[in-house]
């Protein structure tokens, strides 16, 4: 299963399931997980998919970019 981190809220992560927003305990999402990070689900506990929140974070990069990019 995978997913997105939208935020955090107190002791809870609200994660982007397919496009289903789920309020996720801190208990089960490793440390270091952020906003914005691609997660999966292993053993139970959502960790970083890093090679997903990098090819996200450029493919947001590449958008910004052409939105503000001068014509």
Do not use: F, N
């Not at 299963?1 to 996720?24: C, L, Q, S």
């Amino acid at each position: 299963m995978t997913g997105i981190v939208d935020r955090i809220e107190g002791k809870y992560y609200v994660i982007e399931i397919a496009g289903v927003m789920t309020d996720v305990p801190q208990s089960k999402v490793a440390a270091g997980v952020k906003p914005g990070h691609a997660v999966v689900q292993q053993k139970g506990v959502w960790v970083t998919d890093a090679t997903a929140t990098k090819e996200r974070e450029s493919r947001i990069k590449r958008l910004m970019k052409d939105v503000w990019a001068d014509e």
